[in-house]
């Protein structure tokens, strides 16, 4: 049972235009969402974050929006560059009170074409 | 500083040995998580520790799966009797704390392959 579903393998854009990257989730007791950016044989890196009392964060480029009524967040790059290519995992966060682990969606790979 | 460091980069196993992966986390980050990532999936939580409480098992997918922390240093992830379908990426992150906002840093990885 996935509860952070990014339904899109994959996503190709040309520089310069908007890349956005959708995630659903269904768990309605999320409390925080991430973006994380993966390159190849490196660990994952924060990119940035929301929470659940918010509907949109900012940083840069990069801008999550969250519609909890919908169960959805996306994350828009723009202008996008070639640089940022990569895999990009959703995750969602449920503190119980002691931890906070991160379920994470099975990523999706954008391609950035110069 | 330094990032969380894990070792061997990679693993490649026969099936029914045991295998020990390490962690070392960030320097002052006291909450350490173990995910893993099978070919083609998102990364799955195995366990979680949190100074010196109890840690939180909840993931680990067999009781060939175990993990020891000392204190707020390294960690080692041990599989016993390795299967096929333990071939993955495992993946060690820390925080400063385990709240939900307190971003997780990762490290590179333990490739593991059983043959």
């Known amino acids: 049972d996935q509860q952070v579903k990014q339904n899109s393998p994959s996503l190709s854009v040309q520089e310069g235009r908007i890349s956005i990257l959708n995630c659903d989730y269904t768990?309605?007791?999320?409390?925080?969402f991430l973006w994380y950016k993966k390159y190849p044989a490196e660990g994952p890196t924060f990119l940035i974050s929301?929470?659940?009392?918010?509907d949109k964060n900012e940083d840069g480029r990069f801008t999550v929006f969250l519609n909890k009524s919908a169960k959805h967040l996306s994350l828009h790059i723009v202008p996008s560059q070639p640089g940022d290519s990569a895999v990009y995992f959703c995750?969602?966060?449920?503190?119980?009170?002691?931890?906070?682990?991160?379920?994470f969606g099975k990523g999706i790979t954008l391609s950035v074409r110069p | 500083g330094a990032g969380v460091s894990q070792s061997p980069s990679n693993k490649v196993t026969e099936k029914g040995k045991d295998v020990e992966l390490r962690c070392d986390p960030i320097?002052?980050?006291?909450?350490l998580y173990w995910y893993r990532q099978r070919l083609g999936q998102g990364l799955e939580f195995l366990i979680y520790?949190?100074?010196?409480?109890?840690?939180?098992k909840s993931g680990l997918p067999s009781d060939r799966f175990s993990a020891e922390r000392t204190g707020e240093s390294v960690s080692t992830l041990t599989i016993q009797r390795t299967q096929q379908e333990d071939s993955a990426v495992y993946l060690c992150?820390?925080?400063?704390?385990?709240?939900?906002?307190?971003?997780?840093?990762f490290g590179p990885g333990t490739r593991l392959t059983v043959t």
């Open positions: 992150a820390s925080s400063l704390s385990g709240g939900s906002s307190y971003e997780q840093y």
């Open positions: 768990n309605s007791m999320f409390d925080y």
């Open positions: 929301i929470s659940s009392i918010k």
């Open positions: 995750a969602a966060s449920l503190y119980t009170g002691a931890n906070s682990k991160l379920t």
């Open positions: 320097s002052g980050h006291t909450a």
């Open positions: 520790f949190q100074g010196n409480s109890a840690p939180d």
